[in-house]
Structures are given as structure tokens and as C-alpha cells.
């Protein structure tokens, strides 16, 4: 029986750069930042409240991931393009949070719509990846 | 309860004061002056978007920073109570203890342990599938 998801990959093109999205844009708190010997940077975060969900924010692109050279550009052509969306944030208010990252320079894909399932905007974090921005309707 | 666009500016303007000066004398009246909104309805602007009252979200914006904070061994904890802009270093105490769960002391020894452990045995913390690919692939 599996009972929970404690961490999950994402993959992004500049670790640094991505350490800022997540923890000075968002919020999110760094749960563990471990470098071995070698130079790989174990760099994990969490959302507020999901203290336990683990995302690692790991660096594809560096030569410490172990991936081959064809696997490299093969994940570089995906994050440069940004074509992968990686999920859904929730938040309890799209347009507050939109006014507050676009303040802080965050790049949108698209502004805060209605949907039959609550307010959406689409948010890119600037590291490859692109996510769904969404207050839930509510019940 | 909908809410107009220019409230948003003002609400959110005023939220990223708070991000910005917490660790300051922040009076809610006065920004809720500089919003332009009555104190009240301030409050349940502020509270209605980021569900959570003003005062709590200065308070727990503090906490975290004291989280932070906490980690350099350098700094006694009533210079950390003083740094995030609490005035009472009792009070500081309890409120950490109710947000986090552990005094302050406490929580400086657990996170001092981890960041000691994370620099002399990193793979400590990385589950060990992601080590044993890295070398397969090296």
C-alpha cells in the first residue's frame, strides 16, 4: 500500500536561480541543502503546508546529475523551451498572489481567468517549468 | 465577498510592507492608514484573501525569519528575538513554541544538528536510488 508522495524531481536549467523562485518569490522553506563531495547540491523545498513533501530542485543540466551527454540536451531543448508544466500551487486567492509575484518580477503565462473549477493563472518559474496557479471554487 | 481590483493593490502593497519591514515597530493601524482603508475593513480585507489576520501573518512572518535566524549559533536568542522585531523575549519564547512546537533553544540544537550533519555526511539526506544512478552513470 503506498500512502503518501514525500518527494518529487523537478527538473530545472539554473539550481540558483531556482532556489530564488522558490523560496524568495513563493515562499516555499528549504528543507535540505546538502552538497557531496563531488559538487551535486541536494537542494529540497517545501510549500507552506506541505512541510513534508519534499521537491527537489535538481539541476539537470550540471555534470554532477550523472545523466549522459543525449540525455542532457535532450532535457536542455525541454527547459529552454519551458514547454513542461510540472503542476498545480494552489492558493487561497489567484489574483492577490498574481499581483504580488508580478510585482516581485515573476513572468505569467496568461492572467488570472475563471474556470469552471475556480481562478487560474498560468505562472513560469523561470528555471523550465511552468505551473498551473489556481484558487480552487469554492464548494 | 467580491472584491475590487484597487482593494487588491492595496491589500497586496500592503502585505509586501509587512514582508519588507516586519522585523520592525510595524503599526497595522498605520498601514492600514497608508491603504487607505478603515482599520476594519483592512482587516477583513487582509483576512479574507490570505486567511489569516494581520497581526498573525506578522507574527508568523517573524517566527520564520527567527527559524532562520536560529540556525547561526552566533547570535544569542534574545538578539534573534530583538532581530525579527519582537520586544519580549517571554513572549518571543511562547509564541515561537506555539507555532513551532519546540522553544527556541530546542529548535536551535535539532537545526544546528542537521546543518552540521548536512555538511560532514550529505547522503544523509538523499534517498540513496538517486546516489546508486549517479554512480551507474558515471
Given at each position: 500500500m503506498v500512502t503518501r508522495l514525500s518527494h518529487t524531481s523537478l527538473f530545472v536549467n539554473d539550481q540558483k536561480k531556482a532556489y530564488d523562485f522558490y523560496v524568495n518569490k513563493l515562499g516555499f522553506t528549504?528543507?535540505?541543502?546538502?552538497?557531496m563531495e563531488n559538487g551535486f547540491?541536494?537542494?529540497?523545498?517545501?510549500?507552506?503546508?506541505?512541510?513534508?513533501?519534499?521537491?527537489?530542485?535538481?539541476?539537470?543540466?550540471?555534470?554532477?546529475?550523472?545523466?549522459?551527454?543525449e540525455t542532457k540536451n535532450a532535457l536542455k531543448v525541454l527547459l529552454?523551451?519551458?514547454?513542461?508544466?510540472?503542476?498545480?500551487?494552489?492558493?487561497?486567492?489567484?489574483?492577490?498572489?498574481?499581483?504580488?509575484l508580478k510585482a516581485k518580477g515573476v513572468h505569467f503565462k496568461s492572467e488570472p481567468k475563471e474556470q469552471f473549477y475556480g481562478t487560474e493563472c498560468i505562472v513560469t518559474d523561470g528555471c523550465g517549468n511552468w505551473f498551473s496557479l489556481t484558487q480552487p471554487k469554492e464548494m | 465577498m467580491k472584491i475590487a481590483d484597487h482593494h487588491y493593490q492595496r491589500i497586496v502593497s500592503a502585505k509586501l510592507f509587512i514582508d519588507e519591514h516586519f522585523d520592525g515597530p510595524i503599526n497595522l493601524g498605520t498601514i492600514s492608514r497608508n491603504a487607505c482603508l478603515?482599520?476594519?475593513?483592512?482587516h477583513r480585507l487582509f483576512s479574507k484573501i490570505y486567511q489569516c489576520t494581520p497581526h498573525k501573518y506578522l507574527t508568523r512572518k517573524r517566527i520564520d525569519r527567527a527559524q532562520e535566524l536560529l540556525k547561526d549559533k552566533d547570535k544569542s536568542i534574545a538578539a534573534v528575538c530583538q532581530e525579527v522585531g519582537f520586544e519580549s523575549l517571554g513572549s518571543f519564547s511562547l509564541l515561537f513554541k506555539k507555532e513551532i512546537g519546540l522553544t527556541p533553544q530546542y529548535y536551535r540544537n535539532m537545526a544546528f544538528r542537521k546543518k552540521q550533519l548536512s555538511k560532514e555526511q550529505p547522503t544523509t539526506f538523499?534517498?540513496?536510488?538517486?546516489?546508486e544512478s549517479h554512480r551507474e552513470q558515471q
Open positions: 528549504v528543507h535540505t541543502d546538502a552538497t547540491r541536494w537542494l529540497t523545498v517545501t510549500a507552506p503546508d506541505e512541510p513534508n513533501h519534499e521537491i527537489v530542485l535538481f539541476p539537470a543540466l550540471e555534470n554532477v546529475t550523472g545523466f549522459d551527454e529552454d523551451k519551458a514547454v513542461m508544466g510540472a503542476g498545480v500551487l494552489l492558493t487561497p486567492d489567484c489574483k492577490a498572489t498574481y499581483e504580488e | 478603515s482599520r476594519f475593513h483592512f538523499i534517498p540513496h536510488c538517486f546516489i
